[in-house]
């Protein structure tokens, strides 16, 4: 299959977009964007919010009773029907006929800048993987070698960058970076998105909850491994001299939108 074939197949074939009706909010991240930390600390906003119980770990499964997966029954029926997916979206999203008659909700697009995500998700899975990161970051246009390289970061930055170009108003953008520098803000921006009002103090609570060394401490035995992994080169060493050049070339040949990021400088954070 070749990258186009690949591309249509995306936007064409993936009708997961027609359960997003169902829900309130919905957010959508790409790979290796704080997924795991934003769930988490939103999870525990809204259980102090509505006075339940906190999710136990941040793990996926823990979190899902919260925010799940677009097939999940609701566990709690007294908080807001959410749902996240890393899911690049049909074209019937495009279409406002379509979106009115599928309902579909608000969406949180959390995002992170390539060059972060590349470094973040290669030192996470380079044990299973097993290739170097030159060899990595040349990626596999057809889509089955990685979980993500920069071939699928391409397929989603540009469908979801379609979308919130055609319907602004649906799309709250949230960076990983961002979100770093205020994480109280980014929450509260997510729960005024999704119509949700989080309690001051809650929100508080979750971000106390959020840092690197209190999910240390709710780590679930049962969960996937390094998921709060530290990566131990620099953006700066990581990207330079050839492997520049390879990022550099396939930045300018698959990207149509940025999603706010100049791609060729490292982010700060």
């Given at each position: ?5 690949r ?31 934003v ?21 996926e499964?823990?979190?899902?009773p919260?925010?799940g ?35 579909l ?8 800048h390539?060059m ?5 998700h ?8 097993q ?6 970051l040349?990626g ?9 390289d ?39 921006a997510?729960?005024r ?22 999910m ?28 520049m ?13 940025d ?11």
């Open positions: 299959m070749t990258y186009a074939a591309v249509w197949n995306d936007n064409w074939m993936n009708f997961s977009v027609l359960r997003h009706g169902a829900f309130d909010g919905f957010l959508v991240t790409s790979k290796n964007s704080g997924t795991h930390w769930k988490y600390m939103f999870a525990v906003a809204l259980a102090d919010t509505y006075g339940i119980e906190r999710p136990k770990y941040f793990s499964n823990a979190v899902r919260y925010i997966w677009p097939k999940d029954d609701p566990v709690f029926p007294e908080l807001p029907r959410l749902a996240f997916s890393h899911t690049i979206p049909h074209r019937l999203a495009d279409w406002g006929w379509a979106r009115r008659l599928a309902r909700p608000p969406y949180a697009l959390c995002v992170r390539p972060s995500i590349l470094a973040s290669h030192a996470k899975w380079e044990y299973d993987i290739v170097d990161w030159l060899e990595y040349k596999d246009p057809d889509g089955k070698r990685y979980r993500c920069l071939y699928w970061l391409a397929r989603f930055w540009n469908r979801w960058g379609e979308v919130e170009t055609a319907f602004p108003a649906s799309i709250l953008r949230v960076q990983y970076e961002g979100t770093r520098a205020d994480p109280a803000g980014t929450l509260d997510i729960a998105h999704w119509g949700i009002a989080l309690k001051p103090d809650a929100i508080t609570a979750a971000v106390a909850a959020g840092t690197k060394d209190a240390a401490l709710k780590v679930d035995p049962d969960a996937e491994p390094n998921v709060l992994q530290n990566r131990q080169q620099s953006l700066e060493t990581l990207f330079s001299g050839e492997a050049d390879i990022y550099t070339a396939r930045v300018r040949e698959l990207f149509r939108h999603l706010g990021y100049d791609f060729l400088t490292p982010p700060k954070a």
